[in-house]
């Protein structure tokens, strides 16, 4: 075998072509490229071009430096261009790419394996399989959950998001335009209640304790209404729902599935592909509960960007998958596995958890300080909610009968418009804040890198107060006492 240290000595350039290839590289030209052959499909909140990104800030084809409070929606955990994964990223490239997982193993691998034994809740969950996005790490766990128990049927929770691919699409409750007009989806999924007082259309004065009996409630009667338990594969939860709308389970709600999953033999599957790796200031969300799943789904934050997702199961569970049943071609791609280690590897060296509790009070303490100051437009916030730094401001809603009154000193014909959150995210954005809309009910989130500074957060919430007296001095406007005025 040639010498890996030269390029040449192994590989035999072909004779070149006659021309050279001109690439496009001013803004409006590719946005005009862009418009016209790239999928309307995806939706996007602006037509920035990202150019670069170091940490927590962006910088777009155009010149504008954006602070970044999605970290790509929960995925650059260590910040944009993390040095340590970088040069993880660059080394593998240069030593080998593609590693096919049918084919042989590699070291970053396996030693990613060994690196992440010590970051599971419970040493029960000790067999992995690494995919690479988070709706194919469902897949697998629906797959696997039906293999082992000889059971077709998947209970989800109201709310709830696990991807668009078509079965991960099947347990998605969050919104229809996933899965819209591209039916029949894959049948047996049940839904239950998730116990978020907006979604059970009950106020949001009412008491975790009844929010959860309510929920309990409703996951008992559909074992015995529709989903016979011997007919019941799995139960999938996100221990903090995600995309509807950033509400974390009470620990009693998810001691209550994992008794109901042990009573039954049904699989318990933990989604923590947004929650894990330290987001919501544990490793994983369920040790908030104390409550060992059966299954673990997990990808963004893991790999700081590259793509790679995985479940982690128990032995017993991942022994009744025969060779060939799991894989795929980027299964588990040695470069993102190498820059998976890297990540986990700084995790586990750093003290990440302390700076995402740390950063995360100080987040919460001043977005209640913005929602007291009433005079500032702190009244357009319905509630402040979130787990370590998935963060999330719901804002009145018109269409809601839960929506708290307009205050007394305001005019009571004020006019709120549906989308509170869209309109603040906006302001946000020209002033070069990144955040993040989610939910059918009007709520902004921000999930940004865990390893960000006091700074960082003092600048969001400068820009965050800002936006939203902005927003709400447009609001009092259409009230019949200023329109008067
Ligand atoms: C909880 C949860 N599950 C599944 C997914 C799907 O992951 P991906 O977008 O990588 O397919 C997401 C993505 O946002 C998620 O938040």
Same mark, same amino acid.
């Given at each position: 075998?040639?010498?890996?240290?030269?390029?040449?000595?192994?590989?035999?350039?072909?004779?070149?072509?006659?021309?050279?290839?001109?690439?496009?590289?001013?803004?409006?030209?590719?946005?005009?490229?862009?418009?016209?052959?790239?999928?309307?499909?995806?939706?996007?909140?602006?037509?920035?071009?990202?150019?670069?990104?170091?940490?927590?800030?962006?910088?777009?084809?155009?010149?504008?430096?954006?602070?970044?409070?999605?970290?790509?929606?929960?995925?650059?955990?260590?910040?944009?261009?993390?040095?340590?994964?970088?040069?993880?990223?660059?080394?593998?490239?240069?030593?080998?790419?593609?590693?096919?997982?049918?084919?042989?193993?590699?070291?970053?691998?396996?030693?990613?394996?060994?690196?992440?034994?010590?970051?599971?809740?419970?040493?029960?969950?000790?067999?992995?399989?690494?995919?690479?996005?988070?709706?194919?790490?469902?897949?697998?766990?629906?797959?696997?959950?039906?293999?082992?128990?000889?059971?077709?049927?998947?209970?989800?929770?109201?709310?709830?998001?696990?991807?668009?691919?078509?079965?991960?699409?099947?347990?998605?409750?969050?919104?229809?335009?996933?899965?819209?007009?591209?039916?029949?989806?894959?049948?047996?999924?049940?839904?239950?209640?998730?116990?978020?007082?907006?979604?059970?259309?009950?106020?949001?004065?009412?008491?975790?304790?009844?929010?959860?009996?309510?929920?309990?409630?409703?996951?008992?009667?559909? *074992?015995?209404?529709?989903? =016979?338990?011997?007919?019941?594969?799995?139960?999938? !939860? &996100?221990? +903090?729902? #995600?995309? $509807?709308?950033?509400?974390?389970?009470?620990?009693?709600?998810?001691?209550?599935?994992?008794?109901?999953?042990?009573?039954?033999?049904?699989?318990?599957?933990?989604?923590?592909?947004?929650?894990?790796?330290?987001?919501?200031?544990?490793?994983?969300?369920?040790?908030?509960?104390?409550?060992?799943?059966?299954?673990?789904?997990?990808?963004?934050?893991?790999?700081?960007?590259?793509?790679?997702?995985?479940?982690?199961?128990?032995?017993?569970?991942?022994?009744?998958?025969?060779?060939?049943?799991?894989?795929?071609?980027?299964?588990?791609?040695?470069?993102?596995?190498?820059?998976?280690?890297?990540?986990?590897?700084?995790?586990?060296?750093?003290?990440?958890?302390?700076?995402?509790?740390?950063?995360?009070?100080?987040?919460?303490?001043? *977005?209640?300080?913005?929602? =007291?100051?009433?005079?500032?437009?702190?009244?357009? !916030? &319905?509630? +402040?909610? #979130?787990? $370590?730094?998935?963060?999330?401001?719901?804002?009145?809603?018109?269409?809601?009968?839960?929506?708290?009154?307009?205050?007394?000193?305001?005019?009571?014909?004020?006019?709120?418009?549906?989308?509170?959150?869209?309109?603040?995210?906006?302001?946000?954005?020209?002033?070069?804040?990144?955040?993040?809309?989610?939910?059918?009910?009007?709520?902004?989130?921000?999930?940004?890198?865990?390893?960000?500074?006091?700074?960082?957060?003092?600048?969001?919430?400068?820009?965050?107060?800002?936006?939203?007296?902005?927003?709400?001095?447009?609001?009092?406007?259409?009230?019949?006492?200023?329109?008067?005025?």
């Amino acid at each position: 075998m040639p010498s890996a240290d030269s390029y040449a000595s192994h590989i035999a350039p072909l004779p070149s072509a006659a021309k050279g290839l001109e690439m496009t590289t001013e803004t409006a030209g590719l946005l005009e490229i862009a418009d016209r052959h790239i999928t309307k499909g995806l939706g996007r909140m602006r037509d920035h071009i990202f150019k670069e990104g170091k940490g927590l800030r962006v910088l777009t084809t155009e010149g504008k430096q954006l602070l970044d409070f999605t970290s790509g929606i929960g995925v650059t955990s260590l910040g944009h261009a993390h040095p340590d994964v970088t040069a993880a990223i660059i080394a593998q490239a240069q030593s080998i790419i593609h590693v096919q997982c049918a084919i042989a193993l590699s070291e970053p691998y396996v030693q990613l394996v060994e690196s992440l034994l010590p970051m599971m809740p419970d040493p029960s969950l000790d067999s992995f399989f690494f995919w690479n996005s988070g709706s194919e790490a469902v897949e697998a766990a629906i797959k696997v959950t039906r293999a082992k128990t000889k059971r077709n049927n998947i209970i989800v929770m109201g709310s709830s998001y696990h991807g668009r691919t078509s079965g991960a699409v099947a347990l998605t409750r969050s919104k229809t335009v996933y899965s819209k007009g591209t039916g029949p989806l894959m049948p047996c999924v049940f839904t239950t209640p998730f116990p978020y007082w907006h979604a059970m259309g009950v106020s949001k004065e009412t008491s975790e304790e009844e929010l959860v009996a309510q929920a309990c409630l409703q996951l008992d009667n559909l *074992l015995l209404q529709q989903t =016979a338990p011997e007919d019941t594969a799995a139960i999938f !939860i &996100e221990p +903090v729902i #995600g995309e $509807g709308g950033y509400v974390p389970a009470p620990a009693a709600y998810l001691q209550h599935i994992r008794k109901v999953c042990d009573k039954h033999g049904i699989l318990m599957v933990a989604d923590e592909i947004q929650t894990g790796f330290g987001r919501t200031g544990k490793n994983f969300a369920v040790e908030h509960a104390n409550v060992v799943p059966d299954l673990m789904t997990f990808a963004k934050g893991f790999a700081n960007g590259m793509p790679i997702s995985g479940i982690v199961t128990k032995k017993d569970i991942l022994a009744v998958m025969p060779p060939g049943s799991l894989g795929g071609t980027y299964s588990g791609n040695v470069v993102a596995c190498a820059a998976a280690l890297a990540t986990t590897r700084y995790m586990r060296t750093h003290d990440v958890l302390a700076n995402v509790n740390a950063r995360a009070e100080q987040v919460f303490k001043g *977005l209640r300080e913005i929602q =007291a100051d009433k005079a500032n437009g702190g009244w357009l !916030i &319905e509630e +402040v909610r #979130g787990s $370590g730094l998935m963060v999330a401001l719901e804002f009145k809603s018109p269409t809601s009968r839960f929506t708290s009154s307009i205050p007394a000193d305001l005019p009571q014909d004020i006019v709120l418009p549906p989308n509170i959150n869209a309109l603040v995210q906006n302001e946000c954005l020209d002033r070069n804040l990144l955040t993040l809309t989610t939910s059918i009910f009007p709520v902004l989130r921000m999930i940004p890198a865990l390893i960000l500074t006091e700074e960082d957060v003092d600048e969001m919430l400068a820009i965050l107060k800002e936006s939203i007296k902005v927003v709400a001095a447009k609001i009092e406007a259409t009230g019949n006492a200023a329109t008067q005025a």
